[in-house]
């Protein structure tokens, strides 16, 4: 008997459009060029919409903004008094996420949005004040701001950074950029921490997922 042949790549597509387009999603994506970030995927969108209604989440942090698409897809699943924490460096992106947070329903009164340095913000929030933490900022300072949510998180919280395959650049051995050895050891760090359970996804650009015990 032969064996099927496989093709991750068309099988990692075809998740991606699992949710079908988004017009509102998909303006933002255009927002996205403009505030000049990288955003989100489609699949990821679905996939934190879905991590935010699995773990009722109410109290949420997002660390890395962009046109806002990650804060408008898990405010979707979060319960409906939930309250999105946002942290941006780029006054531009908090506006843009404000704008589409607005446009999808979400008054101003559950959202704190906060334009800073993530590394000057975070030690500023409440620890075990929060259901889920959500990282895309990352880059070279990835083990600090998971450190940061992992603090943030209360037992039983969730904590999901983005881009942990660092532009599918983690799986191969001879890449040594700073960013994609972050990576690397923040994986390690979270597969043997007794504290957590960890998942690493390959929906978007890689979702490294870890819930605190
Ligand atoms: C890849 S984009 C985020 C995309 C976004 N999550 C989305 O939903 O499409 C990264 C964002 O992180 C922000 N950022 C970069 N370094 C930061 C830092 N040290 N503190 C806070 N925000 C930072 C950038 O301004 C940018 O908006």
Not at 34 to 52: K, Q
Not at 174 to 197: G, H, I
Request: aromatic share 4%; proline share 3%; with cysteine.
């Amino acid at each position: 008997m032969s064996t099927p042949e496989k093709n991750k790549y068309a099988s990692w597509a075809y998740a991606e459009e699992h949710s079908g387009q988004d017009s509102l999603l998909e303006q933002a994506r255009h927002r996205s060029a403009d505030v000049g970030t990288e955003p989100i995927s489609d699949g990821t969108a679905a996939a934190l919409t879905t991590f935010a209604a699995a773990c009722g989440a109410r109290n949420i942090v997002g660390i890395g903004l962009g046109a806002g698409l990650a804060g408008a897809a898990l405010m979707r699943g979060a319960t409906s008094d939930a309250v999105l924490t946002g942290i941006d460096a780029d006054v531009d992106s908090v506006g843009a996420t404000r704008q589409l947070l607005r446009s999808i329903g979400v008054q101003s009164s559950r959202t704190r949005l906060i334009s800073g340095k993530a590394a000057e913000v975070l030690p500023r929030l409440t620890p075990r004040g929060y259901d889920l933490v959500f990282i895309d900022a990352a880059g070279e300072s990835a083990a600090d701001y998971v450190q940061h949510g992992l603090r943030l998180l209360h037992s039983g919280g969730t904590l999901i950074l983005n881009d942990a395959l660092d532009a599918d650049r983690v799986p191969k051995p001879a890449v040594r950029e700073t960013s994609t050895q972050a990576m690397r050891r923040v994986e390690a760090m979270l597969r043997e921490d007794d504290n957590v359970v960890s998942a690493l996804f390959s929906t978007g650009t890689g979702l490294l997922v870890a819930v605190k015990r």
